[in-house]
Each structure stands twice: as structure tokens, then as C-alpha cells.
């Protein structure tokens, strides 16, 4: 049985260690980072790889939101339009603007789903407040729940029409964060009446079939301890007021923003009420590292079983369902919409 966690690659081919992981620990989930997507036909030979150490079809995610947060760059991949480009346009008209979501979304996916990479980590549902930190900054869709809520649906309807499963994040929020997560633990001292709004934009979205957490602690509710590893937040706010029922994965457990080893920090999570651990190595170059830390995540991480595995097949399942588009027309139409963005250069 599937272990409940997404390992990453260290690099564009699966070592022997890597192999001997996976076949051994059997990872849900495989994340592939900007290290490991050189060209197409380097993708598709280590997702043929991956799916061999692991005799089977493993889920495979990547981190392309469009904008400065995209693993598959040019000029081997098209570029695409940031959330706050998506914004503008619906900020002019409400309608075209979803158009342009569901359309830009809808290309990322068949771009994804011919490298045979099924979930992608995307889209952000976070709301900026002036004067935070810019890790969210220009990927949101807008400050408003309505109008970032509007815009991630379409997104996610885009994505799965196109067979990819979407992954909301970072659930219940980070846009208010003045630190960046990868470095340190950011400390939102807003109240409820001000967090309200922020958890809004994600009740809208709660059918999404996956969403991440946010390493951020709200100290309104359970002061110094990250979203990721509080009970109180997952149980009471993201599946409670939020009413989020979908799979629940950490953000990358080898932020700064956790404290402990990595065993700590998933054993926190699983026992917090998460359903997958995901670890990519971000901070690390050396691929006997990234082995090691993977290694300890996977041994850490419990069997998929239960509701979470009912989860984790819902969105396995998006995968099969994808409809067919017209690419010739579908990006004539994109270029109308977006002249300077959307082929690579």
C-alpha cells in the first residue's frame, strides 16, 4: 500500500537511490521541482521511471501557477500569466475574466497531462494585504474573497477539464504574512473579525478536490504553532468553519518555518489531521542529502488508509476525466486574450 507522503527528485533522472526509495517506501505521490524538468523527453523518461520503481501509475504533481512560480520554463515551455494578470482582466469584466482563467489553466493542463504529470499546485487562494511579505503578492487572484474565489474555481475547473487535479493553497490563508515561510515561522496577529475574509475566500473553494496548509502560526487561535502541526486549526477552522473535506498535504516540510526534525514535523502533521506529508528539498543541493531527508519523511509517514486514502483516490480519479480541446483555437483564442504572454520565447 501507497505511504502517505510526495517525495521529490534531486536532479533530471531518478538515481538508483531514489529508485530503491520508492520501490521500498511506495510514496503516494511524486512533486517534480525546477531541477528535474529539463525538456519533454526528459520528463517523460522519469515519470516512466518513477512509475517503474513504484510498479505503478504514482500521482505526479508539480508547482506551475504561472508567473514566477512555475517549474516548466521557457523556452522549452509556454509561459503563462500570473494570478494578478487574470485579475486585472476580471476587475474590467467579471465574465472574460473567468474566461481567461479557465482558458489559461485549461492549456497548463494539457501541457501537464502530456508529460503525464496529473496535480498541479495551483491555484493560490491566499488574499495580500498591503504591507506583507511578496511571497503571495502578484500570484493571488485579487484581495477580495469574492473575486479570488471566483477566479480559483475557474482555475480549478480548467485544470480538471484538462485531467489535473488542482491543489488549493495555503489553506486557511497567507496573505497576511510579513515573513516568508521557507525561512522563518510567520505570526499573524489578526483578529477573527480580520481573518474571517481570508477564511471566506477558501470557504468558497471547499469542494477543491486537494489543498495545502500554510506553515504560518494564527495566533487568535493557537498562538506559536504552525497551521501545518495545529490540531486546533485544521480540526476547527479548515475542515470545520471553513468546511474543507478534501485531502489535506502539508506544505514542504523542510521550510524553516518547522521547528524539530523532519520525523517530528510529520508525525506533528499526521497527528494535527493531515493526510499527506510533502517534502521537496527545496534548501538542498546534494542528492545523497535530499536522499536522506526523503528517506526519513517516507519512513515517518503512515500507510494511506481510511478516509484519507478515499481522498487521495477522488483526486487520482480527476486524472481520467480529461476533455477534449482544440489547441490551435484554444490558443489563438489565449493570444487575443494575452498578446505578450503565453508562447515561449
Keep these: 500500500m501507497a505511504k502517505a507522503c510526495i517525495l521529490s527528485v ?20 511524486v512533486i517534480l521541482m525546477g531541477r528535474s524538468c529539463v525538456s519533454r523527453d526528459q520528463v517523460r523518461r522519469l515519470v516512466a521511471d518513477i512509475w517503474d520503481s513504484t510498479g505503478r501509475k504514482t500521482l505526479i504533481f508539480i508547482d506551475q501557477e504561472g508567473g514566477r512560480v512555475a517549474r516548466l520554463k521557457a523556452p522549452e ?22 474566461e481567461a482563467c479557465w482558458l489559461g489553466h485549461r492549456l497548463i493542463a494539457s ?13 493560490v487562494v491566499d488574499l495580500p494585504v498591503p504591507g506583507a ?14 473575486q479570488a474565489a471566483d477566479l480559483a474555481q475557474a482555475a480549478m475547473a480548467g485544470l480538471h477539464a484538462g ?31 480580520e481573518l474571517s475574509k481570508d477564511f471566506d475566500a477558501f470557504s468558497r473553494v471547499a469542494d477543491a478536490p486537494m489543498a495545502m496548509t500554510a506553515h504560518i502560526a494564527y495566533e487568535a487561535y493557537d498562538p506559536g504553532k504552525a497551521a501545518t502541526v495545529s490540531r486546533y486549526m485544521i ?21 524553516r518555518a518547522l521547528g524539530g526534525s523532519l520525523a517530528e514535523r510529520a508525525h506533528a502533521s499526521i497527528a494535527a489531521g493531515c493526510d499527506v506529508l510533502l517534502h521537496c528539498s527545496g534548501f538542498l543541493k546534494d542528492p545523497a542529502d535530499i536522499l536522506a531527508e526523503m528517506t526519513e519523511v517516507a519512513e515517518a509517514a503512515p500507510v494511506l488508509a481510511g478516509r484519507p486514502a478515499e481522498r ?15 489547441p490551435a483555437k484554444a490558443w489563438q483564442r489565449f493570444h487575443e486574450l494575452f498578446p505578450n504572454v503565453g508562447a515561449a520565447e
Design 10 to 29: 534531486s536532479g533530471s533522472v531518478l538515481t538508483p537511490g531514489e529508485a530503491d526509495l520508492f520501490k521500498a517506501q511506495n510514496p503516494w505521490g
Design 77 to 98: 515551455w509556454p509561459l503563462f500569466p500570473r494570478g494578478a494578470d487574470y485579475a486585472a482582466i476580471y476587475e474590467k469584466d467579471a465574465e472574460l475574466g473567468r
Design 111 to 123: 501541457e501537464l497531462a502530456s508529460l503525464s504529470i496529473h496535480a498541479d499546485c495551483a491555484p
Design 133 to 146: 511579505h511578496d511571497v503571495i503578492g502578484d500570484r493571488a487572484f485579487g484581495a477580495e474573497p469574492e
Design 163 to 193: 485531467g489535473v487535479a488542482s491543489v488549493i493553497k495555503h489553506i486557511p490563508g497567507h496573505g497576511r504574512s510579513m515573513a516568508d515561510s521557507h525561512l522563518q515561522l510567520p505570526r499573524i496577529t489578526a483578529g477573527d473579525n
Design 235 to 255: 480540526q476547527e477552522i479548515i475542515r470545520g468553519r471553513i468546511g474543507f473535506d478534501g485531502l489535506l498535504m502539508t506544505d514542504d516540510l523542510g521550510m
Design 312 to 326: 487521495a483516490a477522488a483526486a487520482d480519479a480527476i486524472a481520467q476525466q480529461a476533455e477534449p480541446i482544440e
